[in-house]
């Protein structure tokens, strides 16, 4: 085994160019603490894309969000590149802007609908000073936009004109504007249709090629995921539950949770239902939640023992992380 | 098999810049009682657009129905007056919005967003419209102690699923969901559609599924049809369309699918994008992308084909023996 990091624990064989530790972020709502995001430690290298799935509304938009510091975190630490995200001084953040870019979850909410597509795309080029006149502007405007595939007629279009697929590839262009190095992906294929979505996936993974690119994908879509990423890690109510290298922990999740996800998968060809996990409906609530394992009300395996304390994330075989008293049976 | 909603060359057009986009162009479409329809289709087909004619929700002057006519359950729905429509929509005809941001109101809770609806519909008193709404949400899987939040500070796959509570609290006869699913992880998923197959088993509803997910259409849906350029251009059972793609657009977005079981270095999508819609290519929409057009295809609209009981709008089946 190669020498492992004091910090987290993962292999040195890369070095990180970011590094989340004991993240946390908590929502102050009417009925208490809502804990979005629990106490999260990952690492991505330099070039890699790191997947994240979990269930809806388990903290990786935050957890995203933190990332590129659209919210304050409630504690933990982001270093990236060597700079503290979370107290960085607002000329370091200026720095980290240019560097960090996120694709957003929503293209509706996530751009101006008064703006056209062209200044939507081109915005991040005039705040940043990035090009000296009109003409350059809009012939990285143009560039852009048939990296993304949108057709130059749509320069002056508002976005209500546009179908979903087409706004999201707005969001994709304006990522692109200042050449990240480092992009957090929140479902930026998802309302895309397979062949676009190829097209688009296709596109990130040579910009990676090409540029190193370090990516965070965000995506329900397992295939998608599978697909693109070098690591996975796996949410449950604002904590990592499993991760993994792809292959291995599709191949074998070693987590209830994630077992009951990867058996869920809709499989598109004909008679292919296979042995699902349902998960029982019952759910808890992210707000002031009580020690113990989240996923124990929920899992088939859980034991009293279970919901007395939070089960630690640890290597259960070389490489493989769970969050699970139990995960030495499935290994 | 009884048919609640029938479309007949339905024609829909936007109109931007002093340009006007055909979104849809001379759609005919059947659906029956109780029944899943599939409809896939790129970016851009004129999916949604489809699904907000049925409700005649395309707003004047941005956009307009041209030509073609809607039955529902035997009622015309582009004469309806405003009162037919208002009773229509939400109760017979919900629809799950692509963005749940249409659908829901940024100043009320999630809770009363649905104890609202039931009320307007339902005709029950207020307590037991709060109760339903909090059994809504417990059944799209949040807890009812969240109903007093409102929709910024849900996630988006709880905003998705605040909008399904919203269109099945009212147990339409036709539900028109929009990418119902997508923002939604692949448990939660299972469980939405569990209780939209109860729905339809229970109140015999019918639904129009609008997906990009293949997968989601092979395990959930009865018929497919897919959908290019404001035109359905292939129509078949979801044995016939898996078993046997035909046309060469819906054969392309099998192909450019992840595949789970191996592993590839590229995805291989369709190459070229759709036709600019406010100018649409004279022949075959899809022709220019074609990797099997030939001379007819450039320059002839192809008709709708029968072959064998599926339908595909195709130059290459007229060849093969096709009856138009
Ligand atoms: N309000 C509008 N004004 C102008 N054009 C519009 C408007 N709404 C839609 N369009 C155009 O009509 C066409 C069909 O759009 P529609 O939203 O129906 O596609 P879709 O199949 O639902 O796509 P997606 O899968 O991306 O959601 C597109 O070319 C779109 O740009
Ligand atoms: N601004 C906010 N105020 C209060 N609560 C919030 C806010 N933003 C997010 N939350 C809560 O934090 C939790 C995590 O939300 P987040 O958007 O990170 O989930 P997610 O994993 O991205 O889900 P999805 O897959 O549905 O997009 C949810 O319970 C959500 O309601
Ligand atoms: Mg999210
Ligand atoms: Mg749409």
Redesign the pocket.
Known sequence: MSARSPITDTPMTDTPILRVKNLK?Y???AKGN????DDVSFDISKGKTLGMV????????????LLVRL?ESTSGSIIYDGTEVTSATVRDMGMLRTCMQMIF?DPYSSINPRHTVASIIGEPLKIHKKVHNNLEYEERVRQLMTTVGLAERLYDAYPHELDGGRRQRIGIARALALDPEFIVC??PVSALDVSIQAQILNLLMNLQEKLGLTYLF?T?DLSVVKHISDDIVI?YM?QIVERGPTEELFKKPIHPYGQALLSAIPIPKLNSKRDRIILKSEVSS?INPKPGCRFAPRCAYAQPECSTADPALREVSPGRFAACRLAEQFV | METILALRDLEVQYYSNRKTIRAVNGLSLDMHKGKVLGLVGETGAGKTTLALSILNMIRAPQGKITAGNIRFAGNDVLTMNKHELRNMRGKDVAMIFQDPMTALNPVLTVGDQIAETVLRHEGVSKEAAWKTAETMLETVGIPAD?AR?YP?????????RVVIALALACNPKLLLADEPTT???VTIQAQVLDLMRKLIKEQGTSVLFITHSLGLVAENCDEVATMYAGEIVEFGSVKQLFGNPLHPYTKGLFGSLPDLSAVSERLKPIPGLMPDPTNLPSGCFFSPRCPFATEICHNTHPVDIDVEGHMVKCHLYTKKGGKA
């Open positions: 972020k929502f102050h709502v809502l804990h979005a995001v979990g269930e809806s509304g388990c903290g990786k938009s935050t957890t995203g969000r919210h979850q929140d479902e965000i329900h949410m604002g992210p | 969240r939040e910024h500070q849900f996630s988006g796959g709880m905003k998705q923002a939604l992880d």
